[in-house]
């Protein structure tokens, strides 16, 4: 079932992003921020993953956005487990919001947590919301000058997705400035191409994600052996 979190106040977002990782750290369970723009795919990266992953590694997510409850639908075609925050005027969500968030998950039948944050590219600096990795996605659609006029998101990031990678014979898009920009922002992060919509490197998406939650101090054992 999806249940919707909004109008939640908070006192203030690093106690409520510390109290997330705490209890996600004794739940044994991995959260990992999923960032980007409008239309760039951060819902289609997320269901072709939850097929992927099922049914080694139990997925919930917590899907934002400031009115709509789409994809919070959607995903309940690939995830059992799937929480909607609606943010309203304030757009980003809040740590506080995703922390009650969690508590409506059954964090017992979970080792992975997507949250997928709202459709935008205007972000606070670094944005804390309690989660343990940060997935930044780019599309070729969106047009490859992106990363360089939104550095603060590369920055932020473990990993930098480029998605809809199979239009990049389709559209004007400067794949060598693209990974340029990347590799200038933000040196420590991994670059994956891939397309979400047709399956191409996704597998190595989800090899990046398996290896980072076997590192991760909070994974549980029990689906790695």
């Not at 506080?96 to 964090?107: G, K, R, S, T």
């Not at 004007?172 to 047709?198: G, K, M, Q, T, Y």
Request: proline share 5%; net charge negative; with cysteine.
């Amino acid at each position: 079932m999806s249940t919707s979190i909004q109008d939640i106040k908070p006192a203030g977002s690093d106690p409520f992003a510390i109290a997330t990782r705490q209890l996600l750290a004794e739940a044994g369970v991995v959260s990992i921020g999923i960032n980007g723009g409008p239309g760039c795919g951060k819902t289609s990266l997320i269901e072709a993953s939850i097929k992927e992953l099922k049914p080694e590694i139990h997925v919930g997510v917590v899907t934002c956005d400031i009115a709509s409850h789409v994809d919070a639908e959607r995903m309940l075609h690939s995830s059992d487990q799937v929480v909607q925050v609606t943010t309203g005027q304030q757009s980003a969500p809040t740590a506080a919001q995703i922390n009650e968030a969690m508590y409506h998950l059954d964090l017992e039948k979970i080792d992975l947590v997507f949250i997928e944050n709202i459709g935008t590219l205007v972000y606070p600096s670094r944005l804390d919301l309690g989660q343990d990795l940060t997935a930044v996605l780019f599309s070729v659609a969106g047009g490859h000058d992106k990363p360089s006029k939104h550095p603060e998101m590369v920055a932020s990031a473990d990993v930098v997705i480029l998605n809809k990678s199979d239009l990049l014979y389709a559209v004007p898009f400067d794949l060598p400035a693209f990974r340029a920009d990347v590799r200038r922002l933000n040196p420590a992060a991994d670059l994956i191409e891939l397309s979400a919509l047709h399956g191409q490197g996704v597998i190595q998406w989800l090899t990046w994600l398996r290896v980072r939650m076997k590192k991760h101090p909070s994974t549980t054992s029990h689906w790695f052996g």
